[in-house]
């Protein structure tokens, strides 16, 4: 367990880190998000980590996450949080995962997409998310199935043809916005996301702070 003290110096490296990266990669630095992985720490780091300038936390457990997340948010001041589901999605926890999260990171399948976006439109909210792809194919590993996509048209076409569905849901009711992919596990994917609002591909690292 990180003590408290070492939040803040922890946190100022891996923002160093990360500015250090999106420039070597042309990138502007303000540009980049950096969603720190809260998952089993608890209240008092996370306000840590909030006086100290984060402002975007990742949670992979929902019961954990409506246990935590209203503290957080009562505890802090100057704005609130933004909170991410970076965790597998279980349908029966859509509810939980509506009413305290801001982003979704996990959607491998069409059916949690569609069942959020059920929900997100019956409560009149957008819910943006992100599709997870596995690039490497890795059984062990979730995600849409992408691996070799720029070579096999079958899984190109397979994952667009889901996107079109998730697209068409959101279109219909109003709910999940797709705004990018995310891969787990392989080589880097880069994917035009035709007719995705804002639609943008997305790398991953783990930065542990």
Do not use: Y
Request: glycine share 10%; aromatic share 4%; net charge negative.
């Amino acid at each position: 367990m990180i003590d408290n003290g070492e939040v803040m110096v922890r946190l100022r490296r891996t923002q160093e880190r990360v500015a250090e990266a999106a420039l070597r990669g042309g990138r502007n630095p303000d540009a980049v998000r950096l969603v720190a992985i809260t998952k089993t720490h608890p209240v008092e780091m996370i306000m840590e980590a909030w006086a100290a300038g984060q402002r975007e936390f990742g949670e992979n457990r929902p019961e954990e996450a409506a246990e935590k997340i209203p503290l957080v948010n009562r505890g802090v001041t100057g704005g609130q949080p933004v909170w991410h589901m970076v965790g597998h999605i279980q349908q029966r926890k859509s509810p939980l995962i509506l009413e305290h999260f801001q982003m979704v990171h996990s959607i491998d399948r069409i059916e949690p997409a569609m069942r959020l976006s059920r929900l997100a439109g019956e409560a009149g909210r957008t819910l943006p998310v992100l599709l997870e792809c596995n690039v490497s194919g890795e059984g062990s590993k979730s995600g849409f199935p992408v691996a070799r996509w720029d070579q096999d048209d079958a899984v190109r076409e397979a994952f667009f043809e889901a996107v079109r569905q998730v697209l068409a849901e959101w279109a219909r009711v109003g709910g999940t916005r797709v705004v990018g992919a995310e891969r787990v596990s392989g080589p880097p994917l880069t994917l035009s996301l035709e007719g995705v609002p804002e639609g943008k591909a997305l790398d991953t690292a783990d930065e542990r702070i």
